[in-house]
């Protein structure tokens, strides 16, 4: 996660060949990424954080992978907006693996039809993303989400950040974020 990070920070990354980076706010990385997208057209940008429906044209405008789908009003627009723009991007369904009330996602009981209705939309759904509960077990949220992609068959697993990516990998996920371990502790 390269967010709150200036462009100078995470240039090295870019010029050593990285080509994945995650960004949680829509305004920030079109301030940050859009030139540079252009003279770098290998990098993935991935939106992690909350999208708002009146951002979707930008973030997917900007954005290879948004890893955060979670309600149909969002699966809606973005998929009117691919057809507008035409334009793909890979999506990430979010789940509240652990059910807090505080945390987006789509609750699990919830997950199979709103699979279904974005597959309706032509939507690219290529895995599922999670934040698991803090001050408890990770592996257990993991351990349950590589299960539920499994269901799904999906390729892609987005979860686990610098504190947990280890438990994250040996549960399948391909999509590990860990800027923190990267840049060092955000201000």
Not at 61 to 81: P, Q, R, T, W
Not at 105 to 119: A, D, P, R, T, V
Not at 153 to 161: A, T
Request: charge should be positive; charged fraction near 25%; aromatic fraction near 8%.
């Amino acid at each position: 996660m390269s967010k709150t990070f200036a462009m100078d920070q995470i240039k090295p990354l870019i010029d050593h060949g990285h080509i994945d980076f995650g960004e949680n706010k829509v305004q920030e990385a079109i301030d940050k990424w859009t030139k540079i997208k252009i003279s770098h057209s290998k990098i993935h940008l991935h939106l992690i954080g909350k999208l708002q429906t009146n951002k979707v044209k930008f973030a997917v405008k900007l954005f290879d992978f948004i890893h955060s789908v979670d309600n149909e009003k969002l699966a809606k627009k973005i998929s009117e907006e691919q057809i507008k723009q035409n334009k793909k991007i890979k999506i990430f369904i979010q789940v509240n693996i652990g059910d807090e009330q505080q945390k987006s996602g789509i609750s699990k009981s919830e997950l199979q039809n709103f699979y279904l209705y974005c597959q309706n939309l032509n939507l690219d759904i290529v895995g599922l993303m999670c934040i698991p509960p803090a001050e408890r077990n990770p592996n257990i949220y993991f351990s349950e989400m590589n299960l539920l992609n499994k269901k799904f068959n999906l390729p892609e697993l987005s979860m686990g950040m610098s504190s947990d990516y280890l438990e994250a990998i040996n549960n399948q996920a391909t999509y590990v974020r860990i800027g923190s371990d990267i840049f060092g502790k955000r201000n």
